[in-house]
């Protein structure tokens, strides 16, 4: 428990439950990155501008963080474009087949006591646990 | 006012990825990595979000409408399906091999990060492919019009 940051991990989260709680309270809509942006292929044409709008915004957010002064360490991981590429497309597809990613079905869905969104984030958290246990400990370790 | 109220979550959303470290992808595999040294940070940032989350929920369910929209848009599915299930499974899978999920993803575009542009585009990819049978499944129906 080398890393573990539990105060600014709190804040953080504190931060992600207020601007989901702000979404549902001002556009009623659920704050899930997935289904905001992959529910634009299905939307209305009128439907599009606040989904465009939250995807800029979270783009903004490091750029503001770091114009006020904030510092945003370079990650540590490095991966293979073919391994990005191949994780990028599953979490793409699984995504909108199970409607929902870590913000949909595990912020939002166990905030409102939803039954999918906890059994989706039981699933996902365990998929994602034997994924990093094969990989980083069985094969190449 | 709508698309300025979204555009303010998104900012603050992606804050709070930036504050608590869930943009690096590092900080993701650390929690995953149960038999390594593992590092609970994402479940404090679940526990400061869903509570955060549940209150503002509760106050939604207390209002007859958002502020800035007609009706309150929330799921209607209830089922745990084999999508549901099928979808999880491979979203869990490809979080697990890159340490990103969609939002840090995308937020990480933001600090010109050349992996979360690899992801991302990858992404839109597989959201792509899931809705190809449904854009095809369209097209003798609109033909008919």
């Not at chain 2, 709070?16 to 900080?27: E, F, R, T, Y």
């Amino acid at each position: 428990m080398a890393n573990f940051t539990p105060i600014s991990a709190l804040a953080g989260g504190g931060l992600i439950g207020l601007a989901a709680a702000l979404l549902m309270l001002l556009d009623g809509r659920i704050a899930g990155i997935s289904g905001i942006i992959g529910g634009a292929a299905r939307a209305a044409r009128d439907d599009l501008g606040w989904r465009a709008a939250f995807v800029i915004g979270l783009i903004a957010a490091p750029l503001v963080y770091g114009a006020a002064g904030g510092d945003i360490p370079p990650t540590a991981l490095s991966l293979s474009p073919a391994t990005l590429a191949a994780a990028g497309l599953l979490v793409g597809f699984g995504t909108r087949l199970g409607n929902g990613c870590t913000s949909g079905h595990a912020v939002c869905g166990m905030a409102r006591l939803s039954t999918r969104g906890v059994a989706a984030t039981f699933i996902f958290m365990v998929a994602a646990f034997v994924t990093v246990f094969v990989t980083h400990h069985l094969v190449g370790g | 006012m709508n698309i300025l109220a979204a555009l303010i979550s998104g900012l603050i959303f992606g804050l709070g990825l930036v504050v608590s470290q869930m943009i690096d992808p590092a900080k993701i595999i650390a929690f995953l990595d149960l038999a390594g040294s593992w590092d609970p940070s994402l479940a404090c940032v679940m526990a400061g979000a869903v509570p955060v989350a549940a209150i503002g929920y509760a106050l939604a369910r207390r209002r007859p409408r958002p502020l800035f929209a007609d009706t309150f848009r929330l799921p209607v599915l209830s089922a745990i399906d084999a999508r549901l299930i099928g979808g999880a499974v491979l979203f869990g899978v490809g979080w697990g091999l890159a340490g990103y999920c969609p939002g840090p993803a995308v937020a990480a575009i933001g600090i010109g990060r050349p992996s979360a542009l690899i992801f991302v585009l990858a992404m839109l990819v597989g959201m792509a492919l899931h809705e190809l049978p449904l854009l095809l499944a369209r097209r003798p129906s609109s033909s008919e019009v």
